[in-house]
C-alpha cells in the first residue's frame, strides 16, 4: 500500500538556527521601527534616558528568549499520538 501521508516533518532549513528566527522577527522590526521612525519624530528624540530604556526593554527580551528556547531543547519533543 502507497502512503499517502508522511507524519514526520521534513527538515528543510537547520532546526538550530531556525530557532532563532523569531528572535529576529521580533527585535529587527522593534528597533527599526522604534529608532527609524517614532522616536526621531517625538519629543524624546535624542539620546536619553527615554531611548535608552527602549533600547535595554528590546535588550531584555533576547536573554528571555534564549532561556526559553534552552529550557525547551532540554525537555524536547513529546508527541502524544
Known amino acids: 500500500m502507497a502512503k499517502v501521508c508522511s507524519l514526520r516533518s521534513r527538515v528543510f532549513f ?8 523569531p528572535l529576529l522577527a521580533h527585535v529587527i522590526p ?6 527609524g521612525l517614532v522616536i526621531p519624530n517625538s519629543p524624546i ?32 519533543v513529546h508527541h502524544h499520538a
Open 14 to 21: 537547520n532546526a538550530p538556527l531556525l530557532a532563532y528566527a
Open 30 to 35: 522593534t528597533l527599526v521601527i522604534g529608532f
Open 45 to 76: 528624540a535624542g539620546f536619553n534616558q527615554y531611548t535608552i530604556g527602549f533600547a535595554a526593554s528590546v535588550a531584555g527580551f533576547v536573554p528571555a528568549y534564549l532561556a526559553a528556547v534552552r529550557i525547551a531543547r532540554r525537555q524536547g
